[in-house]
């Protein structure tokens, strides 16, 4: 069964530091996503993308996030200069148009 | 504010039970979710509906557009499907994402 793959599954960093989050989607799928979530708190939207460009973007996704696709299968999320606060587990998803999103396991990021 | 709520936010059940959790929400929507984080951390989406109900196996969706609210149930419940289970929102029309908090359910064998 297709699934959508992240890596790391860890990461640690200093403050300031850049880290860059990787995903893998669904092949055939054109809709992607990020999202994080604070441990204990609920899972926030950061960002949607579709066709090579944002689709959507939350308050959260500052100037200090960008998100990219390189090639044809990865999906990265950059952080820029890290801060306490950003330690989260960050989930990537994709979907087909109309149809539920597959979600990846996540990244847990600790900022340091 | 929460433009998504749900209740209860914590659940215990008896094996065999019905079980049903709440969403309502504030803003217009063109989609709502359901999805599982299981006690790992992992997210699955359950249901992705706009209108009326769905069925999937033990669990079945239905939302009521106009009172801007929609229920999860879980028939025969399981100790498997002890979870998260998370309300999400589509919101047009720049298809802002909302979530709720989650309602934590366990189900005892």
């Known amino acids: 069964e297709p699934e959508v793959t992240q890596t790391p599954s860890h990461q640690v960093t200093q403050m300031g530091q850049e880290v860059i989050l990787r995903c893998v989607p669904i092949s055939n799928h054109l809709y992607f996503y990020w999202y994080r979530q604070i441990l204990g708190q609920k899972v926030e939207f950061l960002v949607s993308?579709?066709?090579?460009?944002?689709?959507?973007k939350s308050e959260i996704f500052d100037d200090q996030f960008s998100v990219e696709r390189p090639d044809g299968s990865n999906f990265t999320l950059k952080i820029r200069s890290t801060k306490l606060e950003d330690s989260a587990m960050y989930f990537c998803?994709?979907?087909?148009?109309?149809?539920?999103?597959?979600f990846g396991p996540g990244t847990r990021l600790t900022v340091l | 504010k929460n433009e998504v709520e749900q209740s209860p936010q914590n659940l215990t059940a008896q094996e065999g039970e019905f079980i049903t959790i709440n969403c309502s929400y504030s803003?217009?929507?063109?989609?709502l979710h359901w999805l599982q984080q299981h006690p790992g951390g992992g997210i699955v989406s359950l249901f992705m509906l706009s209108s009326g109900k769905k069925k999937h196996g033990r669990l079945i969706a239905t939302i009521n557009i106009q009172e801007k609210h929609s229920s999860l149930h879980i028939t025969a419940s399981h100790p498997r499907d002890s979870a998260v289970y998370i309300c999400a929102v589509i919101s047009p029309p720049g298809n802002q994402f909302y979530f709720g908090t989650g309602t934590s359910l366990t189900v005892i064998p």
């Open positions: 993308f579709y066709n090579n460009e944002i689709s959507e």
């Open positions: 803003v217009g929507i063109s989609a």
């Open positions: 998803a994709s979907s087909v148009q109309g149809m539920g999103q597959f």
